[in-house]
């Protein structure tokens, strides 16, 4: 079977309009969401160029930016390249012990929370799924609040709690509601987006408030350590974080990434998936697995971030089509891109006082988020 060049690889029927409707229990394709079929698609090689060019400039932008501006040559020189740039140990140590981690953190989430994203859209076959939306980043959030203020009262807890235990109770939080929301979203052999939707906003809310809950137990410290998870910051980025978390999203996004065939032919539906040899719950099942890892041990290193998950793949689609095998670390690159950038403003924006960067990324987002609706609905979609 000769691949088709639209689909990345993947052989999609050509069905269109109301064929393609009455043809699948999911009436409108990933590809047709938001992208109207006129749109001249990019080529992949340029495009991967220009993003890791960008990204470039960004992580540039990460390190020169703050309250102590610094010179292109003083942060090669922090970096270890033999310049005579009179670099100082505080500038050296700014670099390397505030801005660097950071900087790391910012590309590890930012492409972890992207990559969930796009494997969770092409999981459901549906634009609108989400982590943050499916309740997964709120259940994490709810189990680190947890580990925050029980930490303060059991001292085992409290000293692995930014290493081991935070991570673990994020992990086990964002399993269950996904668990939760998966079961609800399941009729018919069908996951319907209207109920994943409402479900994920039930847990979400129950979420909440389950913090709200804890923080009126917490003290102060964990009270505003508790905040931090409810807004989301990487202001707390260290190397010993960095040591957990980048084994386990590494190695969660490749894995999500090599099964980027199998979402293709998932896009057909699951009979025909598992005509073209794909074990489909083996698949839903490794891959719902990955995402709610990545997105725990995003949400423990960063707290909750939203909408980088939904927004960027759409951007890659838009731009290049919606084969997986291009989408996956496109999506990547973009959201380790995307976050950096927030990052930056969220550093910038009121400087000296920094803004919690889920508040950057909610405000980009969520018109986004509205305009996808209002696409949908136009398409005479499920809403």
């Known amino acids: 079977m000769d691949p088709s060049p639209r689909h990345g690889g993947s052989p999609l029927p050509q069905q269109t309009g109301r064929q393609s409707a009455a043809a699948s229990p999911h009436p409108i394709f990933l590809r047709d969401a938001i992208v109207s079929p006129a749109v001249k698609r990019l080529p992949h090689l340029p495009l991967l160029l220009a993003l890791g060019l960008a990204l470039l400039l960004a992580a540039w932008m990460a390190l020169a930016n703050g309250p102590l501006p610094l010179p292109a ?71 680190a609040v947890g580990v925050i203020v029980l930490g303060a009262s059991l001292p085992l807890l409290a000293e ?27 009729v018919d052999g069908h996951t319907r987006i209207g109920t994943l ?40 980025a260290g190397w010993d974080e960095i040591a957990v ?3 386990l999203l590494v190695v969660s996004v490749a894995l999500m990434i090599r099964d980027a065939r199998a979402l293709d032919a998932l896009l057909l539906g699951e009979a025909e998936a ?54 996956l670390p496109a999506s990547a690159l973009l959201g380790a891109l995307l976050l950096t950038l927030a990052d930056v403003l969220a550093r910038t924006l009121l400087a000296p006082a920094e803004l919690a960067i889920g508040v950057i990324t909610t405000l980009i987002g969520g018109p986004f988020f509205l305009l996808l609706l209002l696409g949908l609905r136009r398409r005479a979609e499920l809403l």
Not at 210 to 228: E, H, S
Not at 286 to 304: N, Y
């Open 73 to 143: 040559s003083k942060i090669l020189a922090a970096l270890g390249l033999p310049l005579d740039a009179d670099l100082q140990d505080y500038e050296a140590a700014t670099v390397l012990q505030l801005r660097l981690p950071r900087l790391v953190l910012a590309l590890l989430v930012g492409s972890a929370l992207a990559c969930a994203g796009a494997t969770m859209q092409g999981l459901f076959r549906n634009p609108l799924a989400e982590p943050g939306l499916a309740g997964i980043s709120g259940g994490a959030a709810l189990g």
């Open 245 to 247: 978390a980048a084994p």
């Open 160 to 186: 692995r709690a930014s290493l081991a235990a935070l991570p673990l109770a994020a992990f086990l939080g964002g399993s269950l509601a996904a668990l939760l929301v998966a079961g609800l979203a399941r």
């Open 197 to 236: 939707l409402l479900g994920g906003l039930a847990v979400n809310a129950v979420t909440g408030a389950g913090i709200g809950f804890l923080a009126q137990l917490a003290d102060d410290l964990a009270l505003r350590t508790a905040m931090f998870w409810m807004f989301g910051s990487l202001g707390k």
């Open 274 to 327: 598992s005509h073209l040899g794909v074990d489909v719950e083996a698949l839903k099942r490794r891959l719902l697995l990955l995402v709610v890892l990545s997105v725990s041990v995003a949400v423990a290193v960063s707290g909750i971030i939203g909408f980088i998950g939904l927004v960027t793949p759409h951007l890659i689609r838009l731009w290049a089509g919606p084969g997986h095998r291009f989408l």
